[in-house]
């Protein structure tokens, strides 16, 4: 077996990464482990410093997501410890008592940090806020959760007709309502919810699909009146309930999980165990996808794990096909279309992924910048207005790509490139420890096994 040469060239502001992929083939091989949930790692956060008494967060993911929040609620009172993923403590303030910060609020690059906290910083009375972010998220829709937010009677300014960050906040005394959802968003969802935690009565979220839910098993745990009907896939929270502090054992994040089942996929020869990942049925739309495309992938060691579905994923190489991607699962797999869609530039026939226009308004244009940056490679790929049509089976060439500093695009880029004769460099390729510090370190590792 022989290995790819992986390296990590680092200038004052960008890290580029260099992948020049060997002559006889390379194949994947050993166990490995991923970063904690992104979107649990949030949720601990918050609902930890709002609730009484101490949460204790193990397998926090490290990532700059989570640290932006952790710093936002830091700054509102709540004791948040050093972030580490053995045992993160935090000391809550109790429901409705986050103070006025004294300075701006900054929320990285974080949408989930912004949005979700959005409504938790709208339903504090009395209170003044200013959020911000980057670049990035400063170009990132925010109508979304501010309309419904104005429904319930929030007070939320913003530039550009109450669309963009920065925000400002004058925290009131919300009403309960029942929205109807035009997106199947678990960030809007989530907002909602987090601001009817503080609504006297029952406020309601209706979407037009399930989208993850995360939020719902996480303020169950924690002593929130909740209910779901998934028949009309709503969920109701009744407001007032005093939050208490618990244990969360963050899962493996398989957005994470994603980028190494589909190296392992079309890498020929490899197999990889990938341990302690969430399988949470509101997020595994990716195995869902996988396994239309024949993927050859196996759950063992099945179990439960505070509250959440947790497994360890082999993955060996097989040859792919393509499939049609689009309806009610593309919210289950929305973050991983990337990666898909470099796994569908490696399968027979056409892959199309439909359903997917939010993906426009990610960190970067996903589907702008994935279809041209694996042209760029030599793939076939063409733009639609909400998704991709893929036509696989061309092999792609070393070339420059750019993350657009996008950690999903970083490393499905990366993935790509294995399969690549000759050299690639991915520009801006730090935007990986957004989610996945140790991205570059475990691609390295793998790479180099013999």
Not at 98 to 121: C, F, H, K, Y
Not at 193 to 201: N, R
Not at 391 to 417: E, F, Y
Request: charged share 15%; aromatic share 2%.
């Amino acid at each position: 077996m022989s290995a790819a040469v992986v390296t990590l060239n680092i200038t004052e502001h960008q890290q580029n990464l260099m992948i020049q992929s060997p002559v006889s083939g390379l194949s994947l091989q050993g166990c490995l482990t991923v970063p904690g949930d992104k979107s649990i790692s949030h949720r601990a956060l918050m609902l930890g410093a709002i609730a009484q008494g101490e949460t204790l967060i193990q397998g926090l993911l490290l990532g700059e997501d989570p640290r932006s929040t952790a710093s936002c609620f830091r700054a509102m009172g709540a004791e948040i410890s050093e972030l580490n993923t053995e045992q993160v403590i935090v000391k809550g303030i109790g429901l409705g008592q986050l103070q006025e910060p004294e300075d701006v609020l900054n929320a990285g690059n974080s949408g989930t940090t912004l949005r979700l906290m959005l409504g938790i910083l709208a339903s504090q009375p009395g209170r003044f806020f200013t959020v911000t972010g980057d670049s990035s998220l400063r170009s990132r829709p925010m109508s979304r959760v501010i309309k419904p937010l104005q429904q319930m009677g929030a007070q939320i300014w913003a530039r550009k007709g109450a669309t963009l960050a920065p925000l400002a906040i004058q925290g009131q005394q919300l009403k309960p309502i029942h929205y109807h959802s035009p997106i199947a968003s678990a960030q809007v969802k989530s907002c909602i919810l987090l601001a009817g935690l503080m609504v006297e009565g029952q406020t309601t979220v209706t979407e037009p699909a399930l989208s993850r839910d995360h939020s719902e098993r996480m303020l169950q745990a924690f002593g929130a009146q909740l209910s779901v009907d998934p028949e009309s896939k709503s969920v109701t929270i009744t407001g007032l309930a005093q939050l208490q502090g618990q244990t969360v054992i963050v899962p493996g994040d398989i957005s994470s999980a994603a980028f190494w089942l589909v190296a392992g996929a079309i890498v020929p020869g490899s197999e990889l165990l990938i341990e302690n990942v969430g399988v949470n049925p509101t997020r595994t739309g990716v195995l869902e996808a996988l396994s239309m495309m024949g993927a050859d992938i196996n759950l063992e060691n099945q179990r439960v794990v505070a509250g959440e579905p947790v497994a360890d994923l082999r993955v060996r190489y097989g040859q792919l096909k393509g499939c049609e991607i689009a309806g009610d699962v593309i919210p289950r797999l929305i973050d991983e279309i990337p990666i898909l869609a470099v796994a569908a530039v490696f399968a027979e026939g056409t892959t199309v992924i439909r359903d997917a226009a939010e993906l426009r308004v990610k960190e970067s244009d996903r589907i702008a910048v994935m279809a041209s940056q694996l042209n760029q490679m030599g793939a076939r790929v063409t733009e639609l207005p909400d998704g991709l049509e893929i036509t696989g089976g061309t092999p792609l060439v070393g070339t420059d790509v750019d993350s657009h500093t996008d950690h999903r695009i970083a490393m499905s880029l990366a993935v790509a490139a294995l399969n690549a004769t000759g050299t690639t460099t991915i520009h801006g390729a730090e935007a990986a420890a957004i989610s996945y510090p140790d991205f570059t370190t475990t691609l390295q590792r793998l790479c180099n096994q013999r």
